[in-house]
């Protein structure tokens, strides 16, 4: 198995580690088709060992940028759980960037309990801007 297989394979089984791919014989062709389905790195063969440890560091920064990625995700679903929902209607909302008026019509309720709302979601998330809120919600991926 080359490593265009590997890497195929282990994307295929649901493994998303950053790939460095190390050849011998690369070309544009082979470089497009590491790096398209998402390989950290592409070196050729004689490489120095600097280039292939940056190669690492690189990887494990990934690494690292993905699972704090996975934890804010995880911490903003936590917090979008205390909201009732018509809490999260009114946030979905204003996510859309729609205006409160437009949001209550909507969902058949008035603009002022729209900002009733708006206020109690933001209190439980404890935030204390609509770009909080709302860089919390996109966070946990729309929700």
């Not at 690369?26 to 490489?47: N, Q, S, Y």
């Not at 292939?52 to 995700?73: M, T």
């Not at 999260?88 to 960037?97: C, F, N, P, S």
């Not at 935030?127 to 709302?134: D, F, G, H, T």
């Amino acid at each position: 198995m080359d490593g265009l297989e590997v890497q195929r394979t282990l994307q295929q089984k649901g493994v998303h580690l950053p790939v460095i791919i190390m050849t011998g014989h690369g070309d544009v062709t082979l470089a497009v088709r590491a790096m398209k389905p998402g390989a950290a790195d592409f070196i050729e063969k004689p490489f120095a060992k600097e280039a292939l440890l940056a190669s690492l560091e690189d990887g494990f920064r990934r690494l690292s940028d993905r699972a704090a990625i996975g934890d804010r995700r995880n911490d903003a679903k936590v917090r979008l759980q205390a909201l009732t929902p018509r809490e999260r209607d009114v946030l979905e909302g204003l996510a859309k960037g729609l205006p409160n008026k437009t949001i209550g019509y909507d969902l058949g309720i008035s603009p002022r309990t729209v900002e009733i709302h708006r206020a109690n979601l933001m209190s439980k998330l404890s935030v204390r801007s609509l770009s909080e809120a709302l860089r919390l919600a996109f966070a946990a991926g729309g929700e």
